[in-house]
């Protein structure tokens, strides 16, 4: 039996009863609202499609925003959402009523904007950091009519965060909760814990508990409440803070916005923004059309790996992957080395250093719990890689020294991990080798090129070791090219194999070989043209729809290096 008790008179109330699975979890039950309701009502990962997003800060490595490609803010790690809407001529605009667009300031900068096109007006949603790293928001309305325009603007705060469930990690992605909010007339107050503010003109907020429905079917239907405190026991509330533009014929009007933890860390009007220029100074390559291009995304790329840091911590990504992977690490350093950011690696090299294990074994990655026991034997020849990459940038000999005794100690390491055929033992320093470890390639090419830098380190240090060291990494060459040789023959193929047990295709694996030794000259030339001719057919049957496919991984950019040191520069280029 079901009793329903009302407070008071109404009609045309409908109750339906929905299976189990209708709120199996919150993310379920909010993906059977969603469906329930029309396209653009919610975030797109609502629809059940990915949505992708870009991050704002500063190179301190700051806290960090998010800003997403319809133009909904994450201003804290893990907070509610700030999303746009806009009436016009009583029609209410959300982002799948428009022509979306996308932009970098000054093509590579990290601060974005998302571009809403509507009939005769544009709306810019853009994100910056000032130069103390607070987040201001800007959002400007064009006019290209030729009479004057007025619009409402809404931003709503929703219980949502930027980044999707099936992106979750831990409690980042997904839902988030939502209970108290206190609007005082210029600042909204959201849990004790964040505060927004509209900056530059007066604005009317709204909240609304979960239980009365749709905040936005409220505001198509101009049935907003006048409530301005909510404390809303099922976590999901919501409000909406709402701002008058007016723009004359071909003219713009604007507002801004800031989201912050604290009232003192709120941006003004007045702060310049983050000077990311000077960041990396006089720029080192130029060219035109696709190499601008290239050259734009690798300082954004430089600009993305400070903004995300976790003080001197390297870390992979703005959400999901703040953890300190020594593989993911040794390749960001060495584009910021690369950049003409130094400091930066030496600091993280500084930090990383005393989670190397006193035998010298070094950790495949570290976050706030320590060291990771997982084992990857990639991880030792990174680390001897990435300290002399540092030191040919810095010439830190103070550094070189302190640590000198480490790399020997990592050193005998590998000398001990090495089994009698010669190679390092199985591992799953490959996501594809974590249900079954194996003997990758991929950890012997990483620990020949560590073995080459760390004699070439005591060469310049004049170190006694330099021959001793010179002889394993000779050893481990000729049995690394063997076991290879062998394993084609053996399992009958006519490419460059990934591990010993699989005997894989793996043509990102294989790139990072012929970038970090002289793997492109020692290979059987034959299997290592036939591996990327048989990457770059499935390329193309990709990209002409012929294969079916369903999830990208930017390790394929490593094929592009690949390519142009096999002297295909043509479809490097296809690729790029």
């Known amino acids: 039996l079901l009793r329903l ?92 009523d428009v022509t979306l667009s996308r932009e970098l300031r000054e093509h590579w900068m990290p601060t974005p904007s998302v571009i809403w096109d509507g009939p005769s007006w544009s709306l810019r949603i853009t994100a910056e950091a000032t130069a103390r790293g607070a987040l201001r928001l800007c959002y400007t309305l064009h006019n290209r009519g030729t009479a004057d325009l007025q619009a409402e603007l809404f931003v709503l705060l929703r219980p949502f965060q930027v980044t999707p469930p099936w992106q979750k990690f831990e409690s980042l992605g997904g839902i988030r909760t939502l209970q108290q909010l206190h609007f005082d007339g210029h600042l909204l107050e959201i849990d004790d814990s964040a505060v927004v503010a509209v900056l530059d003109r007066p604005a009317r907020f709204h909240a609304q508990a979960f239980a009365h429905g749709s905040l936005v079917a409220a505001i198509a239907d101009d049935r907003l409440s006048a409530q301005q405190t909510l404390d809303d026991p099922s976590g999901y509330a919501s409000g909406v ?100 950011r130094v400091a930066e690696v030496g600091d993280f090299i500084r930090w990383y250093a005393p989670f190397v ?13 320590g060291a990771d026991p997982l084992v990857e034997h990639d991880s030792h020849g990174q680390w001897l890689a990435l300290i002399a990459d540092y030191f040919h940038y810095s010439c830190d000999a103070a550094l070189l020294d302190e640590l000198w005794p480490q790399i020997e100690r990592t050193v005998a390491c590998i000398a001990r991990l090495i089994e009698p055929a010669g190679l390092l033992p199985i591992s799953a320093s490959h996501e594809g080798y974590l249900a079954q470890p194996v003997h990758s390639y991929w950890d012997d090419f990483w620990a020949l090129r560590g073995l080459a830098d760390a004699a070439d380190l005591a060469r310049i240090l004049a170190d006694g070791s330099h021959a001793r060291l010179c002889a394993l990494r000779d050893s481990l060459r000729e049995s690394l090219y063997a076991s290879i040789a062998a394993t084609i023959a053996q399992r009958g193929i006519d490419y460059v194999p990934a591990s010993v047990e699989w005997a894989d295709l793996d043509p990102t694996a294989t790139a990072m070989a012929l970038t970090t030794t002289d793997a492109a000259a020692r290979l059987p030339a034959a299997a290592l043209s036939r591996t990327y001719d048989l990457y770059l057919d499935g390329f193309r049957r990709r990209r002409s729809g012929e294969m079916e496919w369903a999830s990208y991984t930017p390790y394929e950019i490593r094929s592009i290096g690949a390519l142009v040191r096999l002297g295909r520069r043509e479809a490097a280029h296809e690729l790029l």
Request: with cysteine; hydrophobic share 40%.
């Open 5 to 96: 008790e009302l407070d008071h008179a109404g009609t045309g109330a409908q109750l339906r009863l929905q299976p189990p699975g209708f709120s199996r979890s919150a993310e379920e039950f909010w993906h059977q609202l969603a469906a329930g309701e029309p396209r653009g009502h919610h975030p797109r990962w609502l629809q059940r499609e990915q949505c992708l997003w870009t991050p704002i800060g500063t190179s301190g490595g700051a806290p960090h925003a998010l800003l997403d490609e319809d133009g909904r803010v994450e201003f804290a790690i893990g907070s509610a959402m700030l999303e746009p809407l806009l009436r016009i001529d009583g029609r209410l605009y959300t982002w799948a």
């Open 241 to 340: 803070l709402l701002v008058t533009l007016s723009a004359k014929a071909n003219g713009d009007d604007s507002t801004s916005l800031s989201a912050a933890k604290t009232r003192e860390t709120l941006a003004t009007l007045e702060e310049a923004p983050f000077d990311w220029p000077a960041i990396f100074g006089e720029r080192y390559w130029s060219g035109a059309s696709d190499a601008a291009a290239a050259i734009d995304s690798g300082y954004t790329a430089g600009a993305h790996i400070l903004l995300t840091r976790d003080r001197a911590a390297l870390q992979p990504g703005a959400r999901r992957y703040t953890r300190s992977w020594i593989r993911d690490a040794t390749i960001m350093a060495g584009a910021l080395l690369r950049l003409n």
């Open 357 to 369: 294990r006193a035998d010298g074994f070094v950790p495949c990655c570290v976050d706030r719990h």
